[in-house]
């Protein structure tokens, strides 16, 4: 898993109702439908539209942090299966024994992490 997608739907008597949904792909209808888009692989915002949001608002940290709030346990997972994934990067990166291959794989691994 990868992403985390939220989606509001507007219920008749105004209300909202929330839909969090973590997947492996964003869908096209993700990327119309959904309000947020989180990757977590990279650790970027692929979408934010919520009106009235600062360019503070829309940082990964800040909108994973307020999630997180919510929906704890499925945030903190998808944290540890990346932060797992970053250790093992880095230690093949590190291996003397590696192939150039593999070294050059890690570090853009690690550089595209870096990035965003």
Request: hydrophobic letters at 30%.
């Given at each position: ?104 794989e890690a570090s853009e691994i690690r550089n595209d992490r870096d990035k965003k």
């Open positions: 898993m990868r992403y985390v997608i939220i989606k509001y739907a507007q219920k008749a008597d105004g209300k909202y109702d929330e839909s969090f949904i973590i997947s492996e792909k964003i869908k096209n209808k993700d990327l119309d439908y959904a309000t947020v888009i989180l990757d977590y692989a990279t650790r970027t915002v692929v979408k934010m539209r919520l009106p009235n949001a600062t360019q503070e608002d829309r940082k990964f940290t800040k909108i994973s942090d307020f999630y997180k709030e919510h929906y704890q346990k499925q945030i903190e997972e998808l944290e540890q299966i990346y932060e797992i994934r970053d250790k093992l990067v880095d230690m093949v990166a590190n291996k003397d024994d590696e192939s150039p291959k593999d070294k050059k």
